[in-house]
């Protein structure tokens, strides 16, 4: 505690300094969202692994939050954590349909006024009677849909439909969302359950929810994803190829795309990777595409036999 006293301290004086010599209207200081507003947001939950893919970053955020510093570590894999790739984490992330181990399905469906979150228990299996069954699956249930609520964050209204239970179970869940709702670092409202049994709570909005920062569109069904998250996937794309043995690259993607690409990421590319990079734009498509890898002569035999193809150098 005393070190973050000291530390904020430090800052104090550096922004007092700052106020003077800078004429108002004048931004002193803004946390990024990545990584500080969220470490911040959640140093008190118990984390076990908090990865990196910048040295100086890492070091930065432990010097800020020396209680989690033993648990901050720089990730191995250039696009993989916990062993499965970026890209089907943040798509699995904004999913409607999410499949449980158990056998219990969730379809989660936003719309602009409320969130749905429907309970299915058909490849769920117990030895024990129907009802108590139904209980046990409900209670399950109930901790993936918070998982769910905080992994995408969902706010403002947002109703559960479990399986049909008895009024003291009813009872007996709603107390145990009332107590697990607290670990939320959000403020979380449980109303209790509707005349149509679905059980409605409200949570509050602080940020823009991930399907809304990831897609063009407010539905979580299978969607285009957005120009800025296909943009960031090629940057990963392409500082994953800098390993290999190659000397140019022609690459397949929007023009907006393209457009996000050059204005927020190409600079940072550009020190990442040792290759000559090519674009062919084609506004028919969503994702982008790897079109030719290889030796510079192998890339430019391909522009040559190509020429009705309009093919612009990026980096």
Same mark, same amino acid.
Request: hydrophobic share 40%; proline share 2%; net charge neutral.
């Given at each position: 505690?005393?070190?973050?006293?000291?530390?904020?301290?430090?800052?104090?004086?550096?922004?007092?300094?700052?106020?003077?010599?800078?004429?108002?209207?004048?931004?002193?200081?803004?946390?990024?969202?990545?990584?500080?507003?969220?470490?911040?947001?959640?140093?008190?939950?118990?984390?076990?692994?908090?990865?990196?893919?910048?040295?100086?970053?890492?070091?930065?955020?432990?010097?800020?939050?020396?209680?989690?510093?033993?648990?901050?570590?720089?990730?191995?894999?250039?696009?993989?954590?916990?062993?499965?790739?970026?890209?089907?984490?943040?798509?699995?992330?904004?999913?409607?349909?999410?499949?449980?181990?158990?056998?219990?399905?969730?379809?989660?469906?936003?719309?602009?006024?409320?969130?749905?979150?429907?309970?299915?228990?058909?490849?769920?299996?117990?030895?024990?009677?129907?009802?108590?069954?139904?209980?046990?699956?409900?209670?399950?249930?109930?901790?993936?849909?918070?998982? !769910?609520? &905080?992994?995408?964050?969902?706010?403002?209204?947002? /109703? *559960?439909?479990?399986?049909?239970?008895?009024?003291? +179970?009813? %009872?007996?869940?709603?107390?145990?969302?009332?107590?697990?709702?607290?670990?939320?670092?959000?403020?979380?409202?449980?109303?209790?359950?509707?005349?149509?049994?679905?059980?409605?709570?409200?949570?509050?909005?602080?940020?823009?929810?991930?399907?809304?920062?990831?897609?063009?569109?407010?539905?979580?069904?299978?969607?285009?994803?957005?120009?800025?998250?296909?943009?960031?996937?090629?940057?990963?794309?392409?500082?994953?190829?800098?390993?290999?043995?190659?000397?140019?690259?022609?690459?397949?993607?929007?023009?907006?795309?393209?457009?996000?690409?050059?204005?927020?990421?190409?600079?940072?590319?550009?020190?990442?990777?040792?290759?000559?990079?090519?674009?062919?734009?084609?506004?028919?498509?969503? !994702?982008? &595409?790897?079109?030719?890898?290889?030796?510079?002569? /192998? *890339?430019?035999?391909?522009?040559?036999?190509?020429? +009705?193809? %309009?093919?612009?150098?990026?980096?």
């Amino acid at each position: 505690m005393d070190q973050d006293l000291e530390k904020t301290r430090l800052q104090w004086r550096q922004l007092k300094e700052l106020s003077i010599k800078k004429k108002a209207p004048y931004l002193l200081f803004q946390h990024p969202l990545v990584p500080d507003q969220m470490l911040n947001h959640y140093q008190s939950f118990d984390f076990s692994d908090i990865t990196f893919d910048n040295r100086k970053t890492l070091n930065d955020m432990q010097l800020a939050f020396p209680r989690l510093a033993n648990k901050m570590r720089i990730r191995k894999e250039t696009n993989k954590i916990a062993g499965k790739e970026i890209q089907q984490w943040l798509i699995e992330a904004i999913e409607s349909v999410v499949h449980k181990q158990d056998g219990i399905t969730l379809t989660i469906e936003q719309t602009e006024a409320l969130t749905v979150i429907d309970i299915d228990s058909n490849k769920f299996t117990s030895r024990q009677n129907k009802q108590e069954t139904m209980y046990r699956i409900n209670q399950k249930a109930l901790k993936y849909c918070l998982e !769910e609520i &905080q992994k995408r964050n969902l706010s403002g209204i947002i /109703l *559960i439909d479990f399986l049909k239970m008895r009024k003291a +179970e009813e %009872a007996a869940l709603l107390k145990q969302m009332q107590v697990t709702v607290k670990e939320d670092p959000l403020p979380t409202q449980v109303f209790g359950f509707t005349r149509l049994g679905l059980m409605e709570l409200t949570r509050k909005r602080e940020r823009t929810g991930l399907i809304q920062l990831l897609t063009n569109h407010s539905a979580s069904a299978r969607l285009p994803l957005s120009a800025e998250t296909i943009a960031y996937q090629l940057e990963r794309e392409l500082i994953s190829w800098n390993d290999g043995n190659i000397e140019s690259m022609i690459i397949l993607c929007h023009e907006e795309v393209v457009a996000f690409f050059n204005r927020f990421i190409k600079q940072h590319v550009k020190t990442k990777i040792h290759f000559t990079l090519y674009c062919q734009t084609d506004n028919k498509s969503c !994702e982008f &595409q790897v079109i030719r890898a290889g030796s510079d002569d /192998l *890339i430019e035999e391909y522009i040559k036999q190509h020429q +009705e193809i %309009a093919v612009d150098r990026m980096l």
